[in-house]
T-cell receptor
Framework: KNEVEQSPQNLTAQEGEFITINCSYS?????LHWLQQHPGGGIVSLFM???GKKKHGRLIATINIQEKHSSLHITASHPRDSAVYIC????????????????FGTGTLLAVQP | GAVVSQHPSWVICKSGTSVKIECRSLDFQATTMFWYRQFPKQSLMLMAT?????????EQGVEKDKFLINHASLTLSTLTVTSAHPEDSSFYIC???????????FGDGTRLSIL
């Protein structure tokens, strides 16, 4: 079992729909990241959060530390939102290896159709 | 926002050659640089972590003599794939971290194809 699980793995939506991507993790963390990877491969950091909720434009990210769960919401989805969305958690200090490591989920491939 | 420049974007070369990939932080000082590898339809896999002026920390299973990492300054880290073979073909991506507790800033990646 992966330490960071995302669902769904694939998601197709119609333009304008409200989208939710979920992330559950099993390790203790200091922070959680939501990343966006476009077809060309470049990665953009969307959010870094350790509690509560953050909003940026049409994107909203929430985290529940007690339940070890985070969600990424996209309101009024648009074809340009089509990308892979990756949840990553900051590994705890005693995880092993270098500090500040990220543990990645397997990603959610989102396709928004016009 | 913080920018990390990675180049080349893609490279095709013959088996046995060495390939150097550069990662530069343009508007911040990256005390730590991370190098990742990504196979098609898979998530990023951390290869190594480098701190400026010190030796890189490699993840288990990553050959340090094959993947040479240099982080000589706070704005530049390089990954050299030595004696590359077709199985080294992959997407390599770097990220820079300024201060602990801040988000990592990713480069656009390098698609490496070894013939």
């Amino acid at each position: 079992k992966n330490e960071v699980e995302q669902s769904p793995q694939n998601l197709t939506a119609q333009e304008g729909e409200f989208i939710t991507i979920n992330c559950s993790y099993s390790v203790g963390i200091s922070a959680l990241h939501w990343l966006q990877q476009h077809p060309g491969g470049g990665i953009v950091s969307l959010f870094m959060l350790s509690s509560g909720k953050k909003k940026h434009g049409r994107l909203i990210a929430t985290i529940n530390i007690q339940e070890k769960h985070s969600s990424l919401h996209i309101t009024a989805s648009h074809p340009r939102d089509s990308a892979v969305y990756i949840c990553a958690v900051h590994a705890p200090m005693n995880y092993g290896g270098a500090t500040n490591k990220l543990i990645f989920g397997t990603g959610t491939l989102l396709a928004v159709q016009p | 926002g913080a920018v990390v420049s990675q180049h080349p974007s893609w490279v095709i070369c013959k088996s046995g050659t060495s390939v150097k990939i550069e990662c530069r932080s343009l508007d911040f000082q990256a005390t730590t640089m991370f190098w990742y590898r990504q196979f098609p339809k898979q998530s990023l896999m951390l290869m190594a972590t480098s701190n400026e002026g010190s030796k890189a920390t490699y993840e288990q299973g990553v050959e340090k003599d094959k993947f040479l990492i240099n982080h000589a300054s706070l704005t530049l880290s390089t990954l050299t794939v030595t004696s590359a073979h077709p199985e080294d073909s992959s997407f390599y991506i770097c990220s820079g971290l300024g201060a602990s507790g801040q988000p990592q800033h990713f480069g656009d990646g390098t698609r490496l194809s070894i013939l």
